[in-house]
């Protein structure tokens, strides 16, 4: 069975971009934007796994099954995140105590 064939150049460009938004990543890491500084980085985040699964994962030229099970990992994963903020959430803050700041 011979399988979609992509280009030496899509795989060149996906790694261009990737390490393109790496870059970016640092440099709003390093710029003060506030409450947006975290939604920002999380979004170049994804898009970068976005790319990673598709391309170099092959789930884009795959069949709807692994669409299917791709999706559903992702699901399970959020369903996973909402478990931990769920916790993190009722937890009682103890006056007085803080973390160990390594320095």
Same mark, same amino acid.
């Given at each position: 069975?011979?399988?979609? %064939?992509?280009?030496?150049?899509?795989?060149? !460009?996906?790694?261009?971009?990737l390490?393109?938004?790496?870059?970016?990543?640092?440099w709003v890491?390093?710029q003060?934007?506030?409450?947006?500084?975290?939604?920002? !980085?999380?979004?170049? !985040?994804?898009?970068?796994?976005? %790319?990673?699964v %598709?391309?170099f994962?092959?789930?884009?030229?795959?069949?709807?099954?692994?669409?299917v099970?791709?999706?559903?990992?992702?699901?399970?994963?959020?369903?996973?995140?909402?478990?931990?903020?769920?916790?993190?959430?009722?937890?009682?803050?103890?006056?007085?105590?803080?973390?160990?700041?390594?320095?």
């Amino acid at each position: 069975m011979v399988g979609h %064939l992509t280009p030496l150049r899509t795989y060149f !460009a996906i790694f261009g971009s990737l390490l393109g938004l790496t870059a970016l990543t640092t440099w709003v890491a390093f710029q003060d934007l506030g409450a947006w500084n975290t939604p920002i !980085a999380l979004s170049i !985040a994804v898009f970068k796994a976005l %790319l990673v699964v %598709l391309f170099f994962m092959h789930v884009k030229y795959s069949s709807r099954l692994i669409w299917v099970f791709a999706i559903a990992g992702t699901y399970w994963l959020l369903i996973l995140f909402a478990f931990m903020m769920g916790d993190y959430v009722t937890r009682l803050h103890v006056q007085g105590w803080a973390p160990a700041i390594a320095g």
